[in-house]
């Protein structure tokens, strides 16, 4: 199984090359894992948290950095089932995060207390994904 936790150079590039001037939707899709996986002497590596554990740790240490860079979570789910794709998928839960901007978004991820927040993410999960998508128009039709 492969497995994605942090951007490829890539697929971060391309991020990059996207206009910075707009409202963007990220879209998270989140496996956590059984055990957090922390590195060895980290403050949290022998508390034998969960995976869930260690992601809502996350959210607490870099929550006030993501409001103050003007974002907003606009949907909140729980995974249940695959309608379409592989049966073999599945994840845990899924969000979407809102940024006035993408340069809001750098400005959270160059943030030096972020940058030890995001410690928890990654010990938390197995698997994730990060897909941006540019605002559009809400409503009744697709």
């Given at each position: 199984?492969?497995?994605?936790?942090?951007?490829?150079?890539?697929?971060?590039?391309?991020?990059?090359?996207?206009?910075?001037?707009?409202?963007?939707?990220?879209?998270?899709?989140?496996?956590?894992?059984?055990?957090?996986?922390?590195?060895?002497?980290?403050?949290?590596?022998?508390?034998?948290?969960?995976?869930?554990?260690?992601?809502?740790e996350?959210?607490?240490?870099?929550?006030?950095?993501?409001?103050?860079?003007?974002?907003?979570?606009?949907?909140?789910?729980?995974?249940?089932?695959?309608?379409?794709?592989?049966?073999?998928?599945?994840?845990?839960?899924?969000?979407?995060?809102q940024?006035?901007?993408s340069?809001?978004?750098?400005?959270?991820?160059?943030?030096?207390?972020?940058?030890?927040?995001?410690?928890?993410?990654?010990?938390?999960?197995?698997?994730?994904?990060?897909?941006?998508?540019?605002s559009?128009?809400?409503?009744?039709?697709?």
């Amino acid at each position: 199984m492969d497995s994605y936790i942090d951007p490829s150079p890539a697929n971060f590039a391309a991020f990059k090359d996207l206009p910075r001037d707009e409202p963007i939707h990220m879209l998270n899709l989140l496996l956590y894992r059984d055990e957090a996986a922390y590195p060895q002497g980290h403050e949290h590596a022998d508390k034998g948290w969960s995976g869930r554990r260690a992601y809502e740790e996350y959210g607490k240490t870099s929550g006030p950095i993501f409001r103050r860079v003007g974002g907003s979570i606009v949907w909140r789910g729980a995974f249940q089932t695959m309608v379409t794709g592989p049966d073999d998928k599945r994840w845990h839960d899924g969000f979407v995060a809102q940024y006035p901007n993408s340069g809001a978004f750098f400005e959270m991820i160059k943030d030096p207390d972020y940058q030890r927040a995001v410690v928890n993410r990654t010990a938390a999960l197995v698997d994730s994904r990060l897909m941006r998508f540019k605002s559009g128009v809400a409503g009744e039709g697709f």
